[in-house]
Nanobody, 121 residues
Framework: QVQVVESGGGLVQAGGSLRLSCTASGLRFADSNLGWFRQAPGKEREGVSCITWSGRTTYIADSVKGRFTISRDTAKNTLYLQMNSLKPEDTAMYYC??????????????WGQGTQVTVSS
C-alpha cells in the first residue's frame, strides 16, 4: 500500500519562509518522479515544481521561480519544497505526488492529503 504524507504547512507572514516535506512509502521512491502541486480556493490545481528520479528539476512555475526550490533525499524517502519570500497569493493547499509525470502535468502518481499554507499580508 502506497502512502504519501505531506507536512510543514502553516500560517506565515508575507516575506516569510516555510519548508514542506513529503514522505512516501510502499513504492520505489528512488525510481519515482515527484512533484508539488497546489490548489487555491476557487482555482484549478496547478503544478508548482517537479523533479525526476535522478534529481533533475523538470519544472518550476513562473510564479515561484527564484523563491521556491524543490529537492529530494532518496535515503530518507523524502521530498522537500523550500519556500522563501512567500506572498499572499501562495496561499493554497499543497499536495505531493509520487510517481507522477515528470512534465508536472499532474497525470498519474500517488497523492497525499495535502498541507495548508496560508500567507498573511
Amino acid at each position: 500500500q502506497v502512502q504519501v504524507v505531506e507536512s510543514g504547512g502553516g500560517l506565515v507572514q508575507a516575506g516569510g519562509s516555510l519548508r514542506l516535506s513529503c514522505t512516501a512509502s510502499g513504492l520505489r521512491f528512488a525510481d519515482s518522479n515527484l512533484g508539488w502541486f497546489r490548489q487555491a480556493p476557487g482555482k484549478e490545481r496547478e503544478g508548482v515544481s517537479c523533479i525526476t528520479w535522478s534529481g533533475r528539476t523538470t519544472y518550476i512555475a513562473d510564479s515561484v521561480k527564484g523563491r521556491f526550490t524543490i529537492s529530494r533525499d532518496t535515503a530518507k524517502n523524502t521530498l522537500y519544497l523550500q519556500m522563501n519570500s512567500l506572498k499572499p497569493e501562495d496561499t493554497a493547499m499543497y499536495y505531493c505526488a509520487a510517481g507522477t509525470a515528470s512534465d508536472c502535468s499532474g497525470r498519474g502518481g500517488y497523492w497525499g492529503q495535502g498541507t495548508q499554507v496560508t500567507v498573511s499580508s
